[in-house]
Nanobody, 126 residues
Framework: QAQLVESGGGLVQAGDSLKLSCAAS????????MGWFRQVPGKEREFVAA????????YYADSVKGRFTISRDSAKNTVYLQMNSLKPEDTAVYYC???????????????????WGQGTQVTVSS
């Protein structure tokens, strides 16, 4: 059974940085797309970023482009989300997920991901 465990969330001030980690175990992830999503209460889960494990191509939501960077460490089976210039509107629970296929039909849609972590809270104060 695949397992994803996020860490690195916390409370920071606007303009600060955080780096989230997602450690994967239990199944191979080397041929899949991995994604980061976020969710605030009462709203749908929102795409943040994705990376193709093979080749490392990256994709970002417009709201985080230029501020966030997704990366992976194959040796550690870990995906990262470096978040810079954080804004109060970045406050959310952040989840990592593995897509159902190497190239999901829609990498921004949570429906195309099958394994999810438990989430880590990121709070940005103004």
């Amino acid at each position: 059974q695949a397992q994803l465990v996020e860490s690195g969330g916390g409370l920071v001030q606007a303009g600060d940085s955080l780096k989230l980690s997602c450690a994967a175990s239990g199944r191979t992830f080397s041929t899949y797309t991995m994604g980061w999503f976020r969710q605030v209460p009462g709203k749908e889960r929102e795409f943040v970023a994705a990376i193709r494990w093979s080749g490392g191509s990256t994709y970002y939501a417009d709201s985080v482009k230029g501020r966030f960077t997704i990366s992976r460490d194959s040796a550690k089976n870990t995906v990262y989300l470096q978040m810079n210039s954080l804004k109060p509107e970045d406050t959310a629970v952040y989840y990592c997920a593995r897509a159902r296929t190497e190239i999901p039909y829609d990498r921004t849609n949570p429906r195309f991901y099958d394994y999810w972590g438990q989430g880590t809270q990121v709070t940005v104060s103004s």
